[in-house]
């Protein structure tokens, strides 16, 4: 191989290592992008729950003071003000755990995407790897082989992990959604049969 080939064999090899860090750099900051816009839609949400909460106080509260009610009126209007509170605390605390899943599938897809990016990249690497080495250097190449199949079982376990982890937690949430609005349907039956 002349001096010409091997320069320009190293110089593949720098572009797709640079490729394979510049992939990685990205699609760390797509994460922590998406991250953050999780984390401001969750802020902004609960910030307007909180609101909407001290807004139906506020209102209740006139409510009570500003006319002669009879208890039971009274206590049927603080038991809707707070079966309302509950089922926007059930919307926001669903908006919640929906957005997380979707942020959770973004990131998996995101993560199944940087995979196959370096597996390309590696496999970029293990060609030109092989052409700087001589057909008398084949152990040469086949050890460079062992880690490109040890990466991609690596990988490969990362991303089953992830995808059970998510699947698990996309079940406990639902369940956990399920056992909520259970409970706030109770509750909301138990409040209107004691008013009645």
């Given at each position: 191989?002349t001096?010409?080939?091997v ?5 593949n090899l720098?572009q797709s290592?640079q490729e ?6 990205q699609?760390?900051v797509?994460?922590?992008?998406r991250n953050?816009?999780y984390?401001?839609s ?6 307007e ?7 139906s106080?506020?209102s209740l509260m006139?409510?009570v003071v ?8 009274v ?16 919307q926001f605390v669903q ?7 979707r942020v959770?599938?973004s990131?998996?897809?995101?993560n ?6 370096l597996?390309?990249q590696a496999?970029k690497r293990q060609e030109?790897?092989q052409?700087l080495?001589?057909a ?12 490109y199949s ?5 990988l490969d376990l990362?991303?089953t ?5 998510l699947?698990?937690?996309q079940?406990?949430?639902r369940?956990g959604?399920?056992?909520f609005r259970?409970?706030?349907?109770q ?5 209107q049969?004691v008013?009645?």
């Amino acid at each position: 191989m002349t001096q010409m080939n091997v320069n320009e064999t190293v110089w593949n090899l720098t572009q797709s290592v640079q490729e394979s860090g510049q992939a990685i750099a990205q699609s760390a900051v797509e994460a922590q992008e998406r991250n953050i816009r999780y984390a401001q839609s969750v802020l902004t949400n609960g910030t307007e729950v909180l609101k909407s909460h001290v807004e139906s106080t506020r209102s209740l509260m006139e409510e009570v003071v500003g006319q002669a009610q009879k208890p039971q009126e009274v206590f049927q209007s603080v038991t809707n003000s707070a079966v309302s509170a509950q089922e926007r605390n059930i919307q926001f605390v669903q908006s919640v755990v929906e957005n997380g899943i979707r942020v959770l599938h973004s990131h998996a897809e995101a993560n199944r995407a940087l995979t196959q990016e370096l597996i390309e990249q590696a496999r970029k690497r293990q060609e030109i790897f092989q052409t700087l080495v001589s057909a008398s250097m084949e152990a040469y190449v086949s050890y460079f082989s062992a880690p490109y199949s040890y990466y991609k079982q690596a990988l490969d376990l990362a991303e089953t992990t992830t995808r059970q982890g998510l699947d698990n937690f996309q079940q406990a949430t639902r369940q956990g959604l399920d056992t909520f609005r259970n409970v706030a349907r109770q509750t909301r039956e138990d409040y209107q049969n004691v008013g009645q």
